[in-house]
């Protein structure tokens, strides 16, 4: 079965650096892309960015572009999201999930439970 | 950029056939694809490359495409369907690879 497993929720205050994490299972982590998923309170979904942890080629959405960075470490098989210095508009709810290629596009085919973020003074 | 355009709610009693639409002007060129969001947790795929079901989605759940609009029929909606369910596409613009729906809120009366 395939799993995703993300780390626990966060309460930053602006300014501070973070890095959240998504261990996968069940499957070859390196045969599939991981893409990030903003949620932002009672909003809709946000596509972030995509790795590829075989060669941890990145792609970014622009509006996430120079805002966050992507990595992962293929040993341990877990992707993460990292930001310098957050900020309030920051809170969220952040998705990890196993990308299948589609053509022009991928999508979503397993999801991580989620890692909450709140950025408050 | 480019956009996908849902209802924000949709509502039906239980028993009745719920749609909810994506609208976009490439998606007669392009794979749909949805997700179901139950409040409080992640989202689970249905819908793929148009109409396909995920092993495990009930077949209750389907879709089809007509020019522009694509739409996402619940047959003999139940309690438990209740949720936020978002399209997603290719971004038809180039500028990115992926682009959701704002999302549409399936309330079952």
Same mark, same amino acid.
């Given at each position: ?9 966060? #309460? ?24 990030? #998923? ?14 590829? $942890? ?68 | ?5 849902? $209802?924000?709610?949709?509502? #039906? ?18 794979? #749909? ?9 992640? $989202? ?66």
């Amino acid at each position: 079965e395939v799993q995703l497993v993300q780390s626990g929720a966060e #309460v930053k205050k602006p300014g501070e650096s973070l890095k959240i994490s998504c261990k996968g299972s069940g499957y070859t982590f390196t045969s599939n892309w991981i893409a990030w #998923v903003r949620q932002r309170p009672g909003k809709g979904l946000e596509w972030m960015g995509i790795i590829y $942890p075989g060669d941890s080629d990145t792609r970014y959405s622009p509006s996430f572009q120079g805002q966050v960075t992507i990595s992962a470490d293929k040993s341990t098989s877990t992707a993460f999201l990292q930001w310098s210095s957050l900020r309030a508009s920051d809170t969220a709810m952040y998705y990890c999930a196993r990308s299948v290629a589609a053509g022009l596009t991928t999508y979503f085919d397993s999801w991580g439970q989620g890692t909450l973020v709140t950025v408050s003074s | 950029s480019y956009e996908l355009t849902q $209802p924000p709610s949709v509502s #039906v009693s239980p028993g009745q056939t719920a749609r909810i639409t994506c609208s976009g002007d490439a998606l007669p060129k392009q794979f #749909v694809y949805w997700y179901q969001q139950k409040s409080g947790q992640a $989202p689970i795929l249905v819908i793929y490359r148009d109409t396909e079901r995920p092993s495990g989605i009930p077949e209750r759940f389907s879709a089809s495409t007509s020019g522009t609009t694509v739409t996402l029929t619940i047959t003999g909606v139940q309690a438990e369907d209740e949720a936020d369910y978002h399209c997603q596409a290719a971004d038809n613009s180039g500028s990115d690879l992926v682009v959701f729906g704002g999302g549409t809120k399936l309330t079952v009366l």
